[in-house]
């Protein structure tokens, strides 16, 4: 079994940056695609990043050129930078990890989620 935290949501103004993280715990033997999803209020789940174990990635148009996302494979951790932050960027980001557990086998795990939110 594994688990996935974020961390690193909050307040900020339009224009600011915030850079979420993302840890998976627990006992596992590898981690391949993990990912930034975002749900506004009302609306559905959507991605806004991710990165394979090879280093591909792939953005989400609205936010293409403000955020990075990245990892530190030795430490399990995804970061997602968030620069030039808009209104519309306010929503729970979610963590998602595709894991290899020791019992569950291969398998994706969802964070709880930490909530941006940008004021303009």
């Known amino acids: 079994q594994a688990q996935v935290v974020e961390s690193g949501g909050g307040l900020v103004q339009a224009g600011g940056s915030l850079r979420l993280s993302c840890v998976v715990s627990?006992?596992?033997?590898?981690?391949?695609?993990m990912g930034w999803y975002r749900q506004a209020p009302g609306k559905q789940r959507d991605l806004v990043a991710v990165?394979?174990?090879?280093?591909?990635?792939n953005y989400a148009d609205s936010v293409k050129g403000r955020f990075t996302i990245s990892r530190d494979n030795a430490k399990n951790t995804v970061y997602l930078q968030m620069n030039s932050l808009k209104p519309e960027d306010t929503a729970v980001y979610y963590c998602?990890?595709?894991?290899?557990?020791?019992?569950?086998?291969?398998?994706?795990?969802w964070g709880k989620g930490t909530l941006v939110t940008v004021s303009s």
């Open positions: 990165l394979t174990s090879s280093g591909s990635t």
């Open positions: 627990g006992s596992i033997f590898s981690i391949n695609e």
């Open positions: 998602n990890a595709d894991v290899d557990a020791v019992v569950a086998g291969r398998k994706r795990y």
